[in-house]
């Protein structure tokens, strides 16, 4: 029996992939593994019975995964699952950064009692409002992963000009791009050239205020900047600055902050991108499965801590290794009646999948150098 922990509401549609080998709850004790979403896992003490977390959804900032991969336990992401939830929201911010809907909104409430003269009132008040059209101008997306891809051929669809930097672009998803997109080989190259900027990367020490007061300097004057990705990309003093001195026309952002809320020429919103019961049913299926997968046949799919690696079953028992440092070698010569291997390592982690007619060499692996951890799958 597996014990499933939830930290937060998970789709039904996910946790019923699992099976009655499972018990799925949110007060289980002993986690085999964990679904979570947003709750923060930072302070929470990792039993030693934990093998895997998966994250519903593509951001894992709220897991230490350094920790994690000390203790031996892979933590899973579910990237694309809810890509075209955000997207949508993308294009949202992409017409209200544009035409003043939200003031406009806003405005007409306050005609509220004046009878059969708003309609008056209103035709005299709304020229406040004017916004330009989306159509012909050129938008820069800085980030071409499973949302950015999605953003900027909708936008092409939309009758943009479309640019594109991402310096970890792959030939599969190069390939997903509308031809008349051209990707740049710096983020200035995109930056300069674009009257709307959308950001679509992960919050790293390397991205951290990348929106800052120097790369707004380079944009476009009456540039409009949307940050869906993650709270920290965008440096709030900067981006209120240049809406001030009219650089910035206007700031939309899915986070929520003291600093940038209800501030002129900033629209918040309060982390809806993935707020889709499609994207809670993807992500929670997606996670469920690789944690599935993981577990019972011990390949690994979509970790962000150690190596992608899979293989197919040719032994009686499944050696599952994870190590630190070069010990493949070692590991592979501690194997009695070894029938196949496949191991792979990321930065300082690896990951070796064994399969072997018995498990008689359990303690001759664990025993090597550099191992974290030893499962057996029979």
Known sequence: MYNVLTLNKISPNGTSRLGAD???????ENPTAVLVRSA?????????????????????????KDVCADKGIVVFNTPGANANAVKELVLAGLFLSSRKVVEGIEWAKTLKGNGDAVGKMAEKGKGQFVGPEIL?????????GAIGILVA???????????????????????????????????????????????????????????DAEAIAKMKDGVRILNYSRDGLVNAKAVLDGIKSG????????FSTD???????????????????????????MGADQIKEYLENGNIVNSVNYPNVTMGRSGAVRYCVLFKGDAVKDITAAVSGLKAVEAKTRGDYGYAIIDADDDASVSAVEAVEGVIRVRVIK
């Open 22 to 28: 499972y018990n799925v709850g949110d007060a289980v």
């Open 40 to 64: 923060s896992m930072h302070d929470m003490e990792m039993p030693e019975s934990l093998l895997a977390i998966a994250r519903c959804g593509a951001g894992t900032n709220n897991i230490p």
């Open 136 to 144: 012909g101008k050129t938008l820069g997306v800085v980030g071409l």
């Open 153 to 211: 051929n909708a936008a092409v669809a939309l009758g943009m000009k479309v640019i594109g930097y991402d310096p970890f672009l792959s030939v599969n998803n190069a390939l997903k791009l509308d031809p008349s997109i051209k990707v740049y080989p710096t983020v200035d190259d995109v930056i300069t050239q674009s009257d709307y900027v959308t950001i679509h990367v992960p919050l790293l020490p390397d991205t951290k205020d990348m929106i």
């Open 247 to 254: 650089k910035v026309a206007k700031y939309v952002t899915d």
């Open 259 to 285: 600093e940038v809320l209800a501030e002129d020429g900033v629209i918040c919103m309060p982390h809806l991108g993935a707020s889709t019961p499609e994207s809670e049913d993807n992500c929670a299926v």
